[in-house]
């Protein structure tokens, strides 16, 4: 017991004098803010390729942080690794393409729009490429593999914006405002909102799903016929796009996908007023052969089984059928 005692009191001054560090980045390179780092650390020595890194911007404020939680603030989103041994860090680029989407987000009024989903899908098929997030200055660095790509960028209250992009610096990219403003009324939680509060917020809500729904130009929703092996079925998947959105009480977390498949719109949400929320989303069209077709994807239990809708405070179900004449 008396080893223990020694050996605890030994470890204590060590523990109370950890390096904590300051610092605010203001645009400029990751490599650059990592040398920063290197050069103000006593005990940690940080190393990584500096022409990986280079093109990732950085905009942060390091307020009384260790070394380690300092690297991993500055990395954020990138698609970076980090590992740690012995007073080194290790900052390895896990995607070392040479085409690289990059640019800053920012509203009408020339502020940043950060933690926005940037992913770009391939331009032919809309399959996902892959994705990446703004950081808190607006700035973003998609590294992929291909030279072209349909970029998708969204962002709770904003337009999604639509654009097939060369992968290059693309400079400053405006995001236009949701046409219709969201307020969140929390109906669970009751409060002062009276039912005609409610009716009303819910309208816009649904009236701005339907309006970022419909306004998706993605090739595989153009299909119109199905491959000659499904001409018999009742009905015929054509495309599918399911996207999944997370943002806390700060909105500095986000997470999207999508995905399609060949072989109507849906959306849900759970939304708080300074809570954490979440929105799924999917759409899909098909094409319907038999009234037995008609009748099964003019329900919302069709697509329960993929959404997590029971769990939803509100949801939409938006359907709009197009008859073989066009109307």
């Keep these: ?34 040398v920063t780092i290197d050069k103000m650390s006593d005990d940690w020595q940080v190393s990584f ?8 911007r950085v905009s942060c404020d390091i307020s ?55 992913v770009l899908l391939s331009p032919t098929d809309s399959m996902r490429l892959t994705s990446g997030v703004s950081n808190e200055n607006g700035r973003f660095t998609v590294p992929c593999q291909e030279t072209r790509a349909l970029v998708r960028i969204s962002h709770v209250g904003y337009k999604t914006l639509w654009r097939q992009m060369e992968l290059k610096d693309v400079g400053t990219l405006r995001l236009q405002p949701a046409t219709h403003q969201l307020q969140a009324v929390d109906v669970q939680r009751g409060g002062t909102a009276t039912g005609r509060d409610v009716q009303d917020d819910y309208g816009r809500y649904a009236c701005d799903i339907r309006e970022r729904v419909w306004q998706m130009d993605l090739p595989p929703f153009r299909l119109s016929t199905a491959p000659e092996a499904f001409a018999d079925s009742g009905a015929v998947i054509l495309a599918k796009y399911a996207e999944f959105n997370i943002l806390n009480q700060n909105n500095n977390w986000a997470f999207a996908s999508g995905m399609f498949g060949v072989l109507g719109a849906v959306g849900s949400s759970i939304a708080y007023n300074n809570f954490p929320h979440s929105s799924e989303l999917c759409r899909v069209r098909v094409l319907l052969n038999s009234i037995e077709g008609v009748r099964r994807w003019s329900s919302l239990g069709v697509f329960s089984q ?22």
Excluded at 24 to 34: E, R
């Design 1 to 34: 017991m008396k080893k223990f005692w020694q050996l605890l009191l030994t470890l204590l001054p060590l523990a109370a004098q950890a390096q904590r560090i300051s610092h605010t980045f203001s645009d400029v390179s990751l490599a650059d803010a990592l």
């Design 49 to 56: 390729v500096y022409d990986d890194l280079e093109d990732y």
């Design 64 to 118: 009384n942080k260790s070394v380690p939680d300092a690297v991993h603030t500055l990395v954020g989103f990138y698609p970076m690794h980090i590992e740690m041994d012995d007073g080194r860090i290790f900052v390895e680029c896990t995607q070392r393409y040479q085409h690289k989407l990059m640019g800053r987000l920012v509203d009408t009024s020339g502020r940043a729009v950060s933690y926005a989903n940037i």
């Design 306 to 327: 993929d959404m997590h809708l029971p769990e939803a405070q509100r949801s939409v179900i938006g359907i709009r059928i197009e008859k073989p004449d066009g109307s």
